[in-house]
T-cell receptor, first 117, second 114 residues
Framework: ETGVTQTPRHLVMGMTNKKSLKCEQH?????MYWYKQSAKKPLELMFV???????ENNSVPSRFSPECPNSSHLFLHLHTLQPEDSALYLC????????????????FGEGSRLTVL | AQSVSQHNHHVILSEAASLELGCNYS??????LFWYVQYPGQHLQLLLK??????LVKGIKGFEAEFIKSKFSFNLRKPSVQWSDTAEYFC????????????FGTGTRLLVSP
């Protein structure tokens, strides 16, 4: 049990579908993240939310649309994806305060493996 | 922008062998350094971290890492590996101005044979 739960664990979708990935953290953290993990590539930071506000968008295509309704929940809405978007999408959370108080530790979920046909 | 290099993509060791996984980063300023581990079928979790102070950092399960600033390195070591250490290991770096932008290496897959 990681404290960060991602659903679904596996998702197969066509390029014209619309689907969403969900992340929920039970750790009382105030920052949440989406990362993309592709084979043989480093984890790529996609989005960062602090206190429900998006503070980082790492040049992610608009076909990925994040939503953070509260500090415990994070969604990634997917539409008109491409086959190269197939990857493991990882959600993470952390307890972050202003610079100097950051612990540095991210708590990851087990990921949602996405396959785009 | 900073980057992280892990030169060993796959490492195979026998139990009781010593382990050293290389990690180099590129960034000229102050960095925070991390090693994360992902056991088969499990989530990524923190193994150890360095923010400041003693450059030799000890983590969980007997792992340690040494920060050598002049070499821009943060290599992970363990004197005697166990079968249960089979996992993928990721080095990561952040900066004090971008402490939430954790940049990861490509990972090293370690297989320990019994």
């Amino acid at each position: 049990e990681t404290g960060v739960t991602q659903t679904p664990r596996h998702l197969v979708m066509g390029m014209t579908n619309k689907k969403s990935l969900k992340c929920e953290q039970h750790l009382g953290h105030n920052a949440m993240y989406w990362y993309k993990q592709s084979a043989k590539k480093p984890l790529e930071l996609m989005f960062v939310y602090n206190f429900k506000e998006q503070t980082e968008n790492n040049s992610v295509p608009s076909r990925f649309s994040p939503e953070c309704p509260n500090s415990s929940h994070l969604f990634l809405h997917l539409h008109t994806l491409q086959p190269e978007d197939s990857a493991l999408y990882l959600c993470a959370s952390s307890q972050d305060v202003s610079a100097g108080g950051h612990t540095g530790e991210l708590f990851f979920g087990e990921g949602s493996r996405l396959t785009v046909l | 922008a900073q980057s992280v290099s892990q030169h060993n993509h796959h490492v195979i060791l026998s139990e009781a062998a010593s382990l050293e996984l290389g990690c180099n980063y590129s960034y000229g300023g102050t960095v925070n350094l991390f090693w994360y581990v992902q056991y088969p079928g499990q989530h990524l979790q923190l193994l150890l971290k360095y923010f400041s102070g003693d450059p030799l950092v000890k983590g969980i399960k007997g792992f340690e890492a040494e920060f050598i600033k002049s070499k821009f390195s943060f290599n992970l070591r363990k004197p005697s590996v166990q079968w249960s250490d089979t996992a993928e290991y990721f080095c990561a770096v952040s900066t004090n101005t971008g402490f939430q932008k954790l940049v990861f290496g490509t990972g090293t897959r370690l297989l320990v044979s019994p």
